[in-house]
């Protein structure tokens, strides 16, 4: 069974796609994940993501057509995959199309998880983070024991730039203009599924898995 999610910062994705590789053992592709994992090792890549990240733009098509080119080579012999923040635009979607023909795969089914833009702009900027051990928390629905502590290794937490409320607004409005026309993209392919991801997270990940159970 391979996936994507399609959906805007916020919304969940990250969470619900690990849960999806607990519960399917697949594999999961995070291009947030490897471009903040480069940041943090200041790489060359991470140098050049920082750049646009801490803008609340995206990286230019043919740098993550390239990383994800190289990503999937890792991982195409697995029984299955999630991808998460890729493809965020039209030319990047096509480019997956071939990747996906030159690895003989195809996708089964896009996840959209719908989220309104207020509801993400309070999710993320009550998002906080530790600068030692990478660990995330959220101040209403996952506070730290102690304010402003990290439970892990007691380093101070702070809000990464693109959990600030210009960024993030930002964000949103490239999400708007750049990938939403995903959805319409894939609904022709009839590939498309959508969760109302303003529901708790557990019930999301219910809803989800209704709809993955078809494909086991």
Known sequence: ?????????????????????????????????ILRENIAQGTELGAI??????????????????????????????????????????????????ILQKHNSKLNVVLVLDVIDDELIHRLTARRTCPKCGASYHLMYNPPKNEGICDVDNGELYQRDDDKE?????????????????????EKFNLTRHIDGMLPPNVVFEKITEVLDKYR
């Not at 399609?6 to 592709?29: A, D, V």
């Not at 190289?70 to 493809?87: A, L, R, T």
């Not at 210009?166 to 750049?178: G, K, M, N, P």
């Open 1 to 33: 069974m391979n996936l994507l999610f399609i959906g805007p910062p916020g919304s969940g994705k990250g969470t619900q796609s690990k849960l999806i590789c607990e519960c399917y053992n697949l594999r999961q592709l995070s291009t947030g994940d």
């Open 49 to 98: 993501a920082d750049n646009y990240i801490s803008k609340g733009q995206f990286l230019p098509d043919d740098i993550m057509i390239d990383l994800i080119e190289k990503e999937f080579q890792k991982m195409c012999h697995c029984d299955g995959f999630i991808f998460d923040g890729f493809p965020r635009t039209i030319p990047q979607a096509d480019a997956f199309d071939l």
């Open 166 to 186: 210009e960024t993030i607004a930002r964000r949103l409005e490239i999400y708007h203009a750049r990938t939403k026309p995903l959805i319409e993209y894939f």
